[in-house]
């Protein structure tokens, strides 16, 4: 009876762990082993989901370029305080891209981009319906979330690729777009501001954000580290705070909002 009830046990416990590493691993059965290609039927939409999810990014970081001037005369404001939202947007981007690729190695790299798209299209929408620039500059800050876009989609398109070639044929794809787009997105970034308003440019990188929160969920496997440390949220804030407090004495600092005649 006795080595009956071990028996008995062994097997729950050898059943539980079965059952526990299926559940660990079921997000990554679809991807192949090392060395092996991923199908067509699998990289077409990893890609089309890893390009739009850039492609947004990218439109944040260079298509208002052609609407700043617009965007002084409409808002009020000065060239120094436009400026001052568009250097918000760019150091957000900066401080996001410190642990969002780290978070996203915890719990999930698609669900890490999947909620960065999602802020984007919310500080899109807020950026769109800006009546003043204090406004605008809270919108670009939270658009800046998207900063990780690139890091990010790389390692998840390294994790999903394990053949070294196809890897590297499809990460140049990735990169050359990213930044390749730059020159079209500019005209378009002029066209839409004449034709229809600054506030067009916030539609449409809210609207292409939008397609990669979709294109994301359902074309990119989810991934995630095998290290399951908890996020030292402590360090995070202190590699956030201590640019600021590392600036030279001699740097005065900045107001806002910016006075004329002030810089």
Do not use: C, H
């Not at 079965?18 to 079921?26: E, I, L, P």
């Not at 290609?37 to 890609?47: A, D, G, I, N, W």
């Not at 890897?167 to 066209?191: K, Q, R, Y």
């Amino acid at each position: 009876m006795r080595w009956a009830s071990i028996g008995e046990k062994l097997g729950v416990v050898a059943r539980r762990g079965v059952f526990y590493t299926a559940r660990m691993t079921m997000t990554n059965t679809s991807l192949p082993a090392a060395g092996r290609k991923l199908p067509t039927s699998q990289v077409v939409p990893l890609m089309t989901a890893l390009l739009v999810a850039v492609f947004a990014f990218q439109l944040n970081a260079s298509m208002l370029a052609p609407a700043l001037a617009t965007m002084e005369t409409e808002l009020s404001a000065t060239t120094a305080q436009i400026g001052m939202t568009q250097t918000a947007f760019f150091t957000a981007a900066a401080l996001f891209s410190l642990f969002m690729p780290r978070w996203g190695d915890l719990i999930g790299r698609r669900k890490v981009l999947v909620g960065m798209m999602v802020v984007t299209v919310i500080g899109s929408v807020v950026a769109a319906l800006a009546t003043n620039v204090t406004m605008l500059f809270i919108g670009r800050v939270i658009q800046g979330v998207s900063g990780p876009t690139v890091a990010l989609t790389s390692v998840m398109l390294r994790q999903a690729v394990r053949e070294e070639r196809q890897f590297a044929f499809l990460v140049g794809i990735l990169t050359s777009v990213n930044g390749g787009i730059a020159g079209i997105d500019a005209l378009l970034g002029g066209w839409l501001t004449d034709a229809f308003g600054f506030r067009s440019l916030f539609w449409v990188i809210g609207a292409a954000a939008l397609i990669a929160v979709f294109a994301v969920q359902f074309g990119v496997p989810e991934t995630k580290s095998d290290q399951l440390q908890p996020m030292d949220w402590k360090g995070v804030v202190g590699l956030v705070v201590a640019p600021p407090r590392s600036s030279p004495r001699s740097t005065r600092p900045a107001r806002w909002p910016p006075r004329t005649g002030s810089w």
